[in-house]
């Protein structure tokens, strides 16, 4: 008995050894982003998809759900909850900007004034990330030979994909028509990009027209203005909502697997890549334009592409495809009102506003409340050591002040957080001293001009996808946070 024992407690300690090498990352690891990807669109359009990217995925691989078990605005927050593995409370991303007491301005989550931007204006980097990343994971087991690149549209999605560790990150710059990256990764702009920019491919793709593949008519959801004049888009405009950058990251990331021989030798590389279904008229992320429909058309035929050439390259054995998608609109506005649902914004600006009006008629005539942004409001604390008041009792007495606002569902002082569910949501680095939770169909903006808030269905969710000869199982409902976890890392 005692010997049985033994042997059990020994099997005991091995489970976790086990379970980590019950996943080996393949040669090369292909992750896929999309944003926008819709369920509900997958299913409808399935029927109709040639073979293909999307197709061959869904037919062969594992089909799940992914759930966010935090607030999701629309931004990189769902980017950073998947690459880390962690909640917003943990990675610190919980909107892509963030209130500065100094200046009493927002900035960028990832502005970094160390760095400077290669072909682009914007100095950022992943240093506000504190939680090691995907790519950080891999570096630390697979050391300085893992080959690891980020590609991407957007430069905050490209730039949390790659996190601290990849060899390098490249984005698409509209205005320049160039891809660029950050000085954050020592080696600067991958060569394949420098090229792709100098041959001019680059310029040869994004002055391709959008037009129609097809008889407008044969489309399953066109508007009435699309039944009469079709869709069309001149090259060069639009260029980051249209299956031009789709485009423009797939051949590149098929560049730099040759240039760089990723997948060619016995250390795991990875390409993660940031894709698209959003169109220039879309306001939901499920499909209610022809529009929107031939997006979703182009993206199969375009990861065809890229699957089938990596397998050819490399044998199907040698690589995997995770592919998930990020909730930008979600149900959209439209679809609300058409179910009879109103959907009301909630102007952060004016709340701020009458909030410091209510704290001058109980202390007197000065600036009490510094901004407010998020789902936060930020007090003069210098204001308030000064005239020697409690901080405590100010934060109270705006908790129940900003509580009587319409849309408002409940605001607590800082100190009370923790008993909110808000709490997975809000970093301690960014939060103000009263946080409010807003009642459903209601949207933030930070004034008249600019929206913060696009996603109002209170579960969150998206399609995920896994094409591996080696990981042949996913669950059918996961949190993103469990993402990182399928990487055995």
Request: with cysteine.
């Amino acid at each position: 008995m005692r010997t049985l024992k033994l042997y059990l407690s020994f099997l005991i300690a091995l489970l976790p050894l086990l379970s980590l090498r019950a996943y080996q990352l393949p040669r090369l690891t292909v992750v896929v982003v999309v944003d926008g990807l819709e369920q509900s669109n997958i299913q409808r359009l399935r029927p109709y998809w040639a073979p293909g990217g999307l197709r061959t995925i869904a037919e062969r691989g594992a089909e799940g759900t992914c759930r966010y078990n935090h607030l999701v605005y629309g931004g990189d927050e769902t980017t950073a909850t998947l690459m880390t593995g962690a909640l917003p409370a943990e990675h610190g991303y919980t909107m892509s900007e963030y209130f500065s007491r100094t200046d009493r301005r927002t900035h960028a989550l990832l502005e970094d004034k160390h760095v400077k931007g290669i072909g682009s204006a914007l100095s950022l980097s992943p240093r506000a990330v504190g939680t090691p990343m995907l790519t950080d994971l891999v570096r630390m087991r697979y050391g300085e030979h893992a080959q690891l690149y980020a590609i991407g549209i957007r430069p905050e999605t490209t730039i949390l994909l790659a996190g601290h560790a990849a060899n390098g990150c490249c984005w698409i710059e509209a205005d320049k028509r160039c891809w660029a990256t950050t000085s954050f990764y020592p080696k600067g702009l991958p060569s394949a990009a420098d090229e792709y920019n100098t041959s001019g491919r680059f310029q040869e793709i994004v002055s391709q027209d959008w037009r129609p593949t097809m008889p407008i008519d044969l489309y399953g959801a066109p508007t009435p203005q699309e039944l009469k004049k079709g869709f069309s888009y001149a090259g060069g405009t639009s260029i980051k909502l249209s299956p031009r950058a789709n485009q423009l990251v797939i051949d590149l990331a098929l560049r730099m697997q040759e240039s760089q021989r990723l997948g060619e030798d016995q250390v795991p590389d990875m390409l993660l890549l940031q894709l698209t279904t959003i169109t220039p008229a879309a306001t939901s992320d499920r499909i209610q334009t022809a529009e929107q429909e031939d997006m979703y058309l182009r993206l199969n035929e375009q990861l065809g592409l890229l699957l089938t050439t990596l397998q050819q390259r490399l044998g199907s054995s040698n690589v995997d495809f995770l592919l998930v998608g990020r909730p930008v609109y979600g149900i959209g506005e439209s679809a609300m009102q058409q179910a009879g649902l109103q959907v009301q914004q909630f102007d952060c600006d004016r709340m701020a506003a009458l909030t410091n009006t209510y704290l001058m008629a109980l202390y007197g005539s000065e600036r009490w409340v510094d901004g407010a942004y998020g789902q936060s409001l930020y007090l003069n604390r210098s204001l308030i050591s000064q005239k020697r008041l409690s901080l405590q009792e100010i934060q109270r007495r705006a908790a129940d002040f900003i509580s009587e606002f319409e849309g408002v569902h409940a605001a607590f002082p800082q100190s009370e957080l923790l008993y909110s569910d808000l709490r997975r949501s809000l970093s301690k680095r960014h939060q103000g001293d009263v946080v409010f939770e807003m009642e459903r169909q209601w949207l933030i903006k930070e004034d008249s001009r600019r929206q913060l808030d696009h996603v109002v269905e209170t579960d969150p969710k998206s399609p995920i996808f896994i094409l591996s000869d080696h990981h042949q199982r996913l669950p059918e409902t996961m949190q993103a946070e469990e993402f990182v976890g399928l990487f055995g890392l």
